[in-house]
């Protein structure tokens, strides 16, 4: 499509940063704010599209702001429908898959916006401009649960998620086994009957450690241990999956299809976790998808709640979505969980917008 109108005339950026509403710890992480750069895509005809990509603590946010100005060359001037064409472009000049980090995530960014501008653009909402599949998909709560948390916090976490309507949660594991097991019972009991849980080692673990541990998991009536080896181990995590009988989840750290494939090639997942941001933004997070898809391993996204719902509803390999809020004080529209499931939002693009006071009081100079 070649309408003049749908040409895209000016890529902007604005750099926030959002503290969290409590400082959170993994086994590889400890964070306190999520700086962003927020990329908004303005076509000839003034429609919008909306995308951001972020770092933990706001490091190097500028080398991201940076990328992402680079990258909007590759844009601008084309129409919000050749999504597909600039990535190609992208790939071509720059070969993302040799810089990772920084560049797949300053195009995602920009990626993500396209998509929702030639939504809007159509009067669609992206999930059914894609080809709806449902208008509802699984959620898990993901906003607590953290390593760092006393049994205190935990139990809090526990009502919190409970009274939200949440049917299942995320606990992370690293401590020794017998307090990780010893914090899942008491989420558990706290939870009731009819809430899964599931666990996060976030790559603390070597595959023999990762086995003993998810066994004793299972018998705990986990549902699934994800990253449970380091994130490149591809061998290793076929390992764990191959003795364990509770799924194995990991991808979230891996970039582009590339890396997803190779995640798909060593069976290495029961669920593949594609990140918005480092997969490269909806056009390589849909060609990942369908890889997933062709071979019958269901996809679970990372982050990015808001975004991952457009994906979700045109998937049908889609078994859950992650729900975390680091990212909703900066939006207008807030995710609506109906029964445990998130509802896909029925507006055009892919539903949400920044809040501009927002925006403006998290704004970095």
């Not at 976030?202 to 023999?208: D, L, M, R, S």
């Not at 590339?258 to 056009?283: C, E, H, K």
Request: aromatic letters at 10%; hydrophobic letters at 45%.
């Amino acid at each position: 499509m070649h309408d003049s109108g749908a040409l895209i005339e000016n890529i902007s950026t604005e750099v926030v940063l959002v503290p969290l509403t409590r400082p959170v710890g993994t086994s590889i992480h400890q964070i306190e704010s999520v700086g962003c750069v927020l990329v908004t895509v303005r076509t000839a005809d003034g429609v919008t599209g909306e995308g951001f990509c972020f770092t933990i603590d706001g490091a190097r946010i500028r080398a991201f702001d940076e990328m992402v100005k680079g990258l909007a060359q590759f844009a601008i001037g084309r129409s919000v429908f050749e999504a597909g064409r600039i990535w190609a472009d992208v790939w071509g000049a720059i070969n993302p898959t040799g810089h990772k980090g920084v560049t797949v995530a300053g195009f995602s960014a920009i990626d993500t916006a396209v998509w929702d501008a030639a939504a809007k653009t159509v009067g669609l909402p992206l999930h059914r401009m894609w080809g709806a599949v449902t208008d509802r998909v699984d959620a898990y709560a993901s906003a607590g649960f953290w390593l760092s948390d006393s049994t205190e916090t935990l139990v809090g976490e526990a009502q919190r998620f409970t009274e939200m309507g949440f049917r299942a949660v995320k606990i992370r594991v690293g401590h020794d086994l017998p307090t990780d097991l010893e914090r899942i019972r008491t989420v558990q009991s706290e939870l009731g009957d009819g809430i899964a849980v599931y666990t996060d080692a976030n790559q603390a673990f070597e595959p023999k450690e990762a086995i003993r541990r998810g066994l004793a998991l299972a018998d705990a009536g986990v549902t699934w241990f994800e990253e449970p080896v380091a994130a490149g181990d591809f061998a290793g995590h076929a390992m764990v999956r191959a003795a364990l009988p509770i799924d194995v989840a990991s991808g979230e750290t891996e970039y582009t299809r590339f890396g997803m494939q190779q995640y798909l090639d060593a069976g290495s997942v029961d669920v593949l976790m594609p990140d918005l941001q480092r997969v490269g933004g909806y056009t390589e997070f849909k060609v990942a998808a369908s890889a997933a898809a062709a071979k019958n391993v269901p996809i679970s996204s990372h982050f990015f709640t808001e975004y991952s719902l457009a994906v979700g509803g045109s998937e049908v390999g889609c078994r859950t979505i992650e729900s975390i809020d680091w990212f909703q004080p900066l939006f207008n529209e807030a995710p609506e969980l109906v029964d445990g499931q998130l509802v896909v939002p029925d507006r055009p693009g892919h539903g949400f917008t920044f809040d501009r006071k927002a925006v403006a009081h998290h704004a970095v100079d």
